[in-house]
């Protein structure tokens, strides 16, 4: 009922508006993506990547001084604690042995915070294959040392000039650079966004995430569904990771937390459920900041992965039918439950999970409740905003 | 019968030629479109401008943002176009994306089509399967032509399939790639225009994206119906002093022999 669907909407959302130059690409992709990934030859060096090489299983960690500053029972999923620092790799190491499986030679993709591309770039050197990937130029001055750490792992990194030059626009690129290479390259999305099936190819990547944390919850537990589960959500797929094995379960709270930028009314923002509407980016149907005229709005947030109009088919749909809450939390909020964390934790997150931890302030939860909060990167890459606004 | 299928029916070598609505400046629509057939284009295409054309190289990305920044909606042009078929008689043809037609309402979008004898539109962003299933019966009734577009990787059985669901012409894209890349049709590309050429398909193919002077066009022809010329047009737009003089210009320069 929240998964997708033969056609490649969940709900009235997704589907693959893409030009017809893409459509022998991505329709290879469609066909045979679900085989390449049942295969059992494909699920063992997955699975042997992920624990020998991520790390998984990432921990699930009980934050007792948090807990107790919130009167809750707060685990955080280490997704920081992965190889390169986020829950990216999941994906990139998924995909790049599907495009290995498809005779790729060469391997592009998007960036906003750069945790995507210096997973990409990471596989790539892994796997012996080229790597390109566009950023925007915005962003490659606010993440400096994730350009560093692409360029020392052999990729190229192109900046995206034009329009808000982010993340949107870092994606357009990518777009028309396999429009202009469609026989050898293999375009790696990094978020539940673009054509069916990339939101359900990267949700299942990243499902990990939630099948390990149900198995880790039962012997911290006794019992495999949380009360709640918290993730911040630009294009989503942390979130989706997250909370894909709980879909099902109704009794699980799932709350998605946007970045409302300098605020929700002031014109710089990314909360994309409160001001988009339905709307086709980056080849989905999905909720879209736009402007009467149909013109997509550029968006604003302090963090880098969470700065995109759009959001991945898979939220719209979980919005629209109520599965999920979507809340959303401004730059100020995220900055203050980051210097929290560091403080009452020992753990500096990334400006993206800050602001899942910000909600926690917002929660009216029972001191019993069991919430897991997706940690879904470190916060490494983001210290120069963070000694920036450190006396907030 | 539709201004573009009676164009196919009298002539050969069309010459098609895109520009985008609102540039280089918002007032510019009418007089381009103007200038055009003046100038003997046969087929106009009027660029919708969008925030994000994912299928269009930097000229023409470059040419839709300083539309945007005129001030060119949807709405607006409509309002431009009203009486343009006081003065013009050629084909005109919508290029735009998906999103601002939905935004607009799509049958809305339709009917205002109609009214201002708009004959058809290139919406590259929406996938053949999605205009059968959502579209097509509305365009139809609109009597408004959705033109497809193949490439050098379209199958034949797509090829077959669009060509069944297409009216006016096919849109060939000559080579994978986005708007306005390199010039010239190379061993590869004439194999594949004389590959779809021997499918003898129902409708004409007018070749698209890397067309840019008199030699690409008259090499184009030989192949097809026609040619589209896009980003080539909006630089000597970008580069000429005044609307007239430079679209006089590049369409001489194409036709010349």
């Known amino acids: 009922m929240y998964q997708v669907n033969e056609k490649g909407y969940y709900g009235s959302f997704g589907g693959a508006y893409i030009p017809e130059m893409l459509y022998p690409n991505v329709e290879e992709l469609r066909l045979c993506y679900l085989d390449i990934m049942n295969d059992a030859g494909f699920k063992t060096e997955f699975d042997n990547l992920l624990r020998d090489y991520v790390g998984r299983p990432?921990?699930?960690?009980?934050?007792?001084r948090l807990s107790a500053h919130y009167r809750m029972k707060i685990y955080l999923k280490r997704e920081d604690l992965n190889h390169t620092g986020a829950h990216k790799i999941n994906n990139t190491l998924g995909q790049i042995l599907l495009a290995k499986r498809l005779g790729k030679k060469r391997i592009i993709a998007e960036t906003g915070a750069g945790q995507h591309g210096v997973a990409t770039a990471t596989v790539c050197a892994l796997m012996g294959l080229e790597?390109?990937?566009?950023?925007?130029?915005v962003d490659i001055d606010r993440q400096a040392p994730n350009v560093a750490r692409m360029k020392l792992l052999g990729a190229t990194v192109i900046p995206a000039l034009c329009g808000s030059r982010t993340l949107k626009d870092a994606t357009n690129e990518a777009i028309r650079d396999w429009i202009n290479n469609p026989i050898d390259t293999h375009y790696i999305i990094g978020s539940v966004v673009g054509p069916h099936p990339y939101p359900d190819m990267v949700a299942r990547f990243q499902s990990v995430i939630s099948a390990?944390?149900?198995?880790q919850l039962l012997s911290h537990e006794g019992r495999e569904t949380p009360d709640y589960v918290l993730a911040c959500v630009g294009g989503g797929s942390n979130a989706a990771g997250a909370f894909y094995h709980f879909l099902n379960d109704e009794s699980v709270k799932l709350i998605a937390v946007e970045a409302a930028g300098k605020g929700i009314d002031t014109g710089h923002s990314a909360a994309t459920m409160v001001l988009g509407k339905p709307g086709i980016i980056h080849g989905s149907k999905t909720m879209l900041m736009q402007t009467s005229d149909g013109q997509i709005t550029e968006p604003y947030s302090i963090s880098a992965g969470l700065d995109y109009p759009g959001v991945g088919p898979v939220h719209a749909h979980l919005f629209k039918s109520g599965r999920a809450s979507f809340v959303s939390v401004t730059d100020d909020e995220a900055l203050a439950a980051a210097f929290l964390c560091c403080k009452l934790e020992g753990i500096i997150p990334a400006l993206e999970s800050a602001h899942a931890l910000a909600h926690l302030e917002k929660m009216k939860a029972n001191e019993t409740d069991v919430v897991v909060l997706n940690l879904?990167?470190?916060g490494d890459k983001d210290l120069a905003t963070y000694?920036?606004?450190?006396?907030? | 019968m539709n201004r573009i299928t009676e164009l196919f029916k009298r002539k050969n070598a069309i010459l098609s030629v895109y520009f985008t609505a609102g540039f280089p400046a918002l007032k510019d629509?009418?007089?381009?479109?103007?200038?055009?057939?003046?100038?003997?284009?046969?087929l106009i295409e009027i660029g919708i401008p969008f925030s994000d054309p994912l299928a269009d190289g930097p000229v023409i990305q470059h040419s839709s943002e300083l539309a945007l920044r005129n001030g060119m909606t949807l709405r607006l042009l409509f309002e431009q176009l009203k009486d343009i078929r006081r003065s013009i008689q050629a084909p005109l043809l919508f290029m735009g994306y998906l999103n601002p037609v939905l935004q607009f309402g799509v049958e809305a979008f339709c009917i205002q089509a109609q009214e201002v004898g708009i004959d058809g539109v290139i919406i590259p962003d929406l996938p053949f399967s999605e205009y059968v299933e959502e579209y097509e019966a509305m365009f139809t009734k609109y009597g408004i032509i959705n033109i497809f577009l193949i490439t050098p990787q379209t199958s034949e059985a797509r090829i077959r399939l669009i060509d069944e669901h297409s009216k006016g012409f096919i849109y060939m894209v000559s080579a994978a790639s986005t708007t306005g890349a390199k010039a010239g049709v190379t061993a590869v590309q004439s194999d594949y225009f004389a590959r779809v050429r021997a499918m003898n398909l129902r409708n004409p193919l007018l070749i698209g994206f890397g067309i840019s002077d008199n030699e690409t066009f008259a090499n184009a022809c030989a192949y097809a119906n026609g040619a589209?010329?896009?980003s080539a047009y909006i630089r000597a737009l970008e580069q000429g002093t005044d609307v007239q003089t430079s679209t006089a210009r590049f369409v001489q320069s194409i036709l010349t022999n």
């Open chain 1, 387 to 392: 000694m920036k606004h450190q006396n907030l």
């Open chain 1, 131 to 137: 790597c390109i990937v566009y950023m925007g130029e």
């Open chain 1, 212 to 215: 390990e944390i149900r198995a």
């Open chain 2, 228 to 230: 589209i010329i896009g």
């Open chain 2, 29 to 42: 629509t009418v007089p381009v479109i103007e200038s055009l057939s003046a100038a003997g284009v046969d």
């Open chain 1, 376 to 378: 879904s990167g470190r």
């Open chain 1, 58 to 64: 990432s921990p699930l960690y009980l934050a007792s």
